[in-house]
């Protein structure tokens, strides 16, 4: 329930705007109509009650969406993209990871930074795509059965690069003598001969997988 003086996001009325929200201040309250004033800016709204969505305190980041205060759309596209411009490009929502693609190389990927995540639940550490790797080899070892990780997105998202972080950690962790990190190389060897086949350019993505991949290991 929006009052006077509470920040609020509201749709933006310009679809061809890249900020799909626009934040802004219940100047008024009539009924179940809202007057809201854009911040930075004289333009109000006059909006009904459920189409707006309380903010965030200002300069709440948090590593995880649900330790929001306020959880909504625009709430976690905001708290997602702060943490991009921080070059965090991992977030989690519960036991989901969010992965942003950068579109560059950073150096969040290591052995060292391998160690940071090894024995430890989702959540004990900063969110990693090794943390669901990590998971997910744990529940292998306690449960003796089977384990899926689904990489998901779309076109240039960046699931191919996920995929290959994935499995270097998986090799990593579960390697007791050499060759384990060359099962995996094996293995990544297969993609420019899948992509021979089903890859195109798109106006999003240069390689562009136009399939679905299944690997098993």
Not at 127 to 143: D, F, G, I, R
Request: proline share 5%; aromatic share 8%.
């Amino acid at each position: 329930m929006s009052a006077p003086g509470d920040s609020v996001w509201i749709k933006n009325p310009d679809s061809k705007s890249s900020d799909s929200f626009l934040l802004g201040v219940v100047d008024e309250s009539e009924g179940d109509s809202r007057q809201v004033k854009l911040k930075g800016s004289s333009v109000q709204h006059k909006l009904r009650k459920e189409d707006l969505f309380l903010a965030n305190p200002d300069g709440l980041v948090t590593p995880d969406n649900t330790m929001l205060i306020h959880l909504s759309e625009p709430t976690i596209l905001e708290n997602v993209q702060q943490r991009f411009k921080q070059k965090e490009i991992y977030t989690l929502t519960g036991t989901i990871l969010l992965a942003m693609n950068p579109f560059q190389l950073l150096p969040i990927y290591s052995d060292e930074k391998k160690a940071d995540y090894k024995g430890k639940r989702m959540g004990q550490a900063p969110p990693h795509v090794y943390s669901v790797a990590e998971c997910a080899y744990q529940s292998l070892s306690k449960m003796q059965k089977s384990q899926s990780v689904l990489v998901s997105g779309e076109s240039g998202a960046g699931k191919t690069e996920t995929n290959k972080a994935l499995m270097y950690y998986l090799a990593w962790r579960s390697k007791n003598s050499g060759g384990q990190r060359d099962l995996a190389e094996v293995i990544l060897q297969s993609n420019p001969v899948l992509e021979a086949f089903g890859n195109a350019k798109t106006s999003r993505n240069n390689n562009s997988s136009r399939f679905g991949k299944f690997i098993k290991i």
